[in-house]
């Protein structure tokens, strides 16, 4: 199974950019700002993204401020609209 097939890492890769950007997931599912499928939405965008080397390294990195997304981050726009509500 290749990196594109591993689903698993492309959950806690959309989990890890949210948390950089202070979005808690689960909290913004629980307040209705983000659906199950929503969800689900943003880590098949992580699996088709090209990038996702640069996000493992991105996340890598320590980071003690609230953050934003990479520039190639599928997933940047949606997360930046949940950081504002959350």
């Known amino acids: 199974m290749g990196i594109q097939g591993n689903i698993d ?16 997931l689960t909290d913004a599912m629980h307040d209705g700002l983000l659906t199950q499928a929503d969800f689900a939405q943003m880590i098949n965008m992580c699996r088709s993204c090209a ?18 997304a990479p520039d190639w981050c599928g997933n940047g726009n949606v997360l930046r609209e949940l950081s504002g509500m959350c």
Do not use: H, K, Q
């Not at 959309?14 to 950089?20: D, H, L």
């Not at 990038?51 to 934003?68: A, Q, V």
């Open 51 to 68: 990038g996702s080397d640069g996000c493992l390294t991105f996340l890598s990195e320590p980071s003690e401020e609230r953050g934003s």
């Open 9 to 24: 890492l492309y959950f806690w890769i959309a989990r890890g950019m949210a948390r950089r950007m202070g979005v808690n």
